[in-house]
């Protein structure tokens, strides 16, 4: 059972909403074996909450649209929400691990990792204070994984 649940989540083809997989990718260099569990997908989706069920701790890594400059880079602990967000296609971190505890009666201790984009137009190019921000965020998620 994997203790670190690790979800990266955005669209690799519009330039700094890939972040999140850039960072995976380097996250899953460092760490790999039956304690961590790293995802990539573009939203997220009910299913997600299985894997959560199934570990202590969760860290949800995306790009943001603000407030800050480019490549900032913002930690927050998560709780569990159920507030309406109205129809869509995909669900926030809060809504996933509400649904964790629903079904599964899972609350491991969560965080968000969001890095602040410029550009989030066609293209697979990360622009250069995102690409930048990399290293540092890896980092502040090690210490994440320490606690």
């Not at 790999?32 to 894997?51: N, R």
């Not at 913002?74 to 929400?81: C, F, R």
């Amino acid at each position: 059972m994997p203790r670190f649940l690790i979800v990266a989540y955005g669209n690799p083809l519009r330039s700094d909403d890939g972040v999140a997989w850039r960072a995976a990718e380097a996250l899953a260099s460092k760490y790999s074996g039956p304690e961590f569990e790293i995802v990539t997908v573009h939203q997220l989706g009910p299913e997600i909450a299985d894997s959560i069920s199934r570990a202590k701790c969760v860290i949800f890594i995306d790009a943001a649209t603000g407030p800050g400059l480019a490549g900032d880079i913002q930690i927050n602990e998560l709780s569990a929400s159920t507030d309406p967000q109205g129809f869509c296609h995909a669900l926030s971190p809060s809504h996933i691990l509400a649904l964790a505890a629903q079904l599964y009666s899972a609350r491991p201790r969560a965080f968000s990792a969001t890095v602040v984009g410029t550009s989030f137009d066609h293209g697979e190019l990360l622009s250069d204070p995102v690409k930048a921000s990399i290293p540092a965020l890896v980092a502040r998620i090690d210490r994440l994984l320490a606690e």
